[in-house]
């Protein structure tokens, strides 16, 4: 939880699909700004391959695409804000947000985060890092996570949230480097990001099952709202 929060409960997730594909048609189409081939586009490759990986329509993907790139003929124009706060019992979170206005945006975390405290800019990042995440999985027999962090040029990695996964924490600017060079160490990458990891992680057994559930409950009705992109959580794994 303590890279990027997730649906954990069943009831969640099952509605997870339709926001992801949203949110990943966000990014493709800001990806897509800067050319509309993803072998020229580092960025947009990166989102392209996460977006098949989930099974995204090949016409939604193809869609968001020319969108970005000004094919259709219509605008695109998203604004990039981050929201710095606390959950309920002081746990950090950092939210994304690409948003087509700011205005609604900035009322909507106001509410979301009337059970926490939305903070200043600056009052929870210090105790972020802001890193390459590489969600990947063995794809040969025998992989070795810790030789392919060493031999793909990671700067870290550990069990992700899914069993069998590895996370691999790059420098911002290796996470292209990274995620093509996995693969040849027998890692097949599922998705490659940039963002925010938690310099000191809150242990949830330090909370109780009701607090750990307010938590939950709160990072859920950040991450429903539209203009959401991503949530980071200062809990550990």
Sequence with gaps: MGAQWKAKHKDLAANAKGRLFGKLAKDIMIAARHGADPAANARLRL?????????????????????????????????HVIYEGFAPHRVPVMVECLTDNVNRAASDMRVLFRK??????GSVSWDFD???????????????????????????F???????????????????????????QGF???????????????DPGSLSPEQLDEVEVFLAALDAN????NVFAGLGG
């Design 226 to 229: 539209e203009d959401v992109q």
């Design 188 to 202: 097949s990458v599922l998705s490659a990001t940039l963002g925010y990891r938690p310099k000191n992680p809150i």
């Design 130 to 156: 802001h890193v390459g995440l590489i969600e990947a999985e063995p794809a040969a027999q025998g992989a070795d996570a810790e030789v392919a962090a060493i031999e793909a040029g990671a700067q870290d």
């Design 158 to 184: 550990e069990p992700g949230d899914e069993e069998g996964t590895t996370l691999f924490l790059t420098n911002p600017t290796d996470l292209d480097l990274v995620s093509r060079a996995l693969p040849a």
């Design 47 to 79: 989102v392209v391959e996460q977006a098949r990986k989930v099974s995204m329509p090949k016409d939604t993907l193809d869609r968001a695409i020319k969108k970005g790139a000004g094919l259709t003929g219509e605008s695109v124009h998203f604004e």
């Design 116 to 121: 926490g405290q939305l903070g200043t800019s």
